[in-house]
């Protein structure tokens, strides 16, 4: 069955990095993109970004585009969203979905539809 | 502040009908699909509603979303003990090129 599997909690101290996985199965793995949301302790969903494994596209939500990078690794179906510079109210649980978009060459449209499949959740803690 | 806007709380009791808003503009939900996520306790956020009034595969008819303008809602029939959880609206904003949910509505059913 369609899956995401993401790696294990972390804890990091302020100022550090911390890099998730979010391995895919089940699907055909370049069809489909994969965004990232988080939800702080208490807070609601917050978007983060989403790349895509066809021709590496990426879409950063503005407030955290100069901290985030995300990358693909085909050979193995994994997605890895790596932010740096932590802060405390980076403190927050973060999910991998599969979100679709059509692309074209270097070009992709505007997703049409919603995040269909998510993985389990990563506790990322940071706290000195 | 949440750029779609959704009351914080809604509740009824079993076997009700509850409707749950989301409010937009022009750049999101005037333009762009609804979806509707539920976020059941210790729970992944789950599609519930895609593209405004589509159901996926496997999400009961009691579940059904509406759009009119730049407001959208989602309502759910014969209110049950295992919908208790948090609801959330999300659309595509033209001017941030970003995903914006609304802040999400606890529902509980009492």
């Known amino acids: 069955q369609v899956q995401l599997v993401q790696s294990g909690a972390e804890a990091a101290k302020p100022g550090a990095s911390v890099k998730v996985s979010c391995k895919a199965s089940g699907y055909t793995f370049s069809t489909y993109g994969i965004s990232w949301v988080r939800q702080a302790p208490g807070q609601g969903l917050e978007w983060v970004g989403w790349i895509t494994p066809y021709n590496g596209n990426m879409n950063y939500a503005l407030k955290l585009q100069d901290r985030v990078t995300m990358t693909t690794d085909t050979s193995t179906s994994t997605v890895y969203m790596e932010l740096r510079s932590l802060r405390s109210d980076d403190t927050a649980v973060y999910y991998c979905?599969?979100?679709?978009?059509?692309?074209?060459?270097?070009?992709?449209?505007?997703?049409?539809?919603?995040?269909?499949?998510w993985g389990q959740g990563t506790m990322v803690t940071v706290s000195s | 502040q949440s750029v779609l806007t959704q009351p914080p709380s809604a509740s009824g009791t079993p076997g009700q009908r509850v409707t749950i808003s989301c409010s937009g503009s022009?750049?999101?939900?005037?333009?762009?699909?609804v979806h509707w996520y539920q976020h059941l306790p210790g729970t992944a956020p789950k599609l519930l509603i895609d593209r405004d009034t589509e159901r996926p595969s496997g999400v009961p008819d009691r579940f059904s979303g509406s759009k009119s303008g730049t407001s959208a809602s989602v309502a759910i029939s014969g209110l049950r003990s295992e919908d208790e959880g948090d609801y959330y609206c999300a659309a595509w904003d033209d001017s941030l090129k970003n995903w914006v949910f609304g802040g999400g509505t606890k529902l509980t059913v009492l």
């Open positions: 022009s750049s999101n939900i005037g333009n762009n699909y």
């Open positions: 979905a599969r979100e679709g978009r059509y692309c074209s060459g270097r070009n992709c449209d505007p997703p049409r539809h919603g995040m269909d499949v």
